[in-house]
């Protein structure tokens, strides 16, 4: 017989997926009618429609039509595995083996809604400069994940320095990968700009 606490974590779990379900449902339906019929055009009672939830369901997941665009649980995932990395692996060591292990449990299937995502922010002002506070988020995100990896303060300029760096080096291979439409896979240019900074970036 299963113990109450084993029990619990069993019906967190089905929680968790069922939003991670509903959640990527949201975010493939938006990307659809973005493309059919253009992100201007489109409301979040038609996303809403499409995607069989209700419109206050749509806001519990995303707060804003942005927001379903620019959106993803990629960061908090690659920080957590990133923190888990043995102790014996340097700072770049670690964030590479993060991101192959994120990439390999969950991208394969989010991989075209993803790459849409990025054609579509790219594409439009107000979604770029969305994205432009994304990523000082995400650097925020992994000075404090540096910091606790390290036993440095988060305030200290070398691990703010080695995440921005991180963070612009995720930005060009994420270019790369939309000039190239999806061909050069992505975890593979994550991996290799992660390679050239540890090597020093020589020209």
Known sequence: MSSPARTEQHRHGLRERKKARTRRSIQEHAMR????????NTTIEQIAEAAEVSPSTFFR?????????????????IASAFLAQ??????LAAMRAAVRQVFAEVFPEDEETILRRIQLVWSIPSLRARQVDGQIDTIAM????????????ADDFRVHVLAGAVVGAWVAAIERWVESD????????????????EEGLPL
């Open 142 to 153: 992994l000075r404090r994940a540096i910091a606790e990896r390290s036993g440095r303060p």
């Open 33 to 40: 009618l973005f493309v059919e019929q253009g992100y201007d």
């Open 61 to 77: 997941y995303f707060p804003t039509k942005e927001d379903v665009v620019i959106q993803d649980d990629y960061d908090p995932m």
């Open 86 to 91: 043995p102790a014996s692996l340097t700072p």
């Open 182 to 197: 999806g061909q050069e896979p992505l975890v593979g240019l994550m991996d290799r700009v992660l390679v050239l900074l």
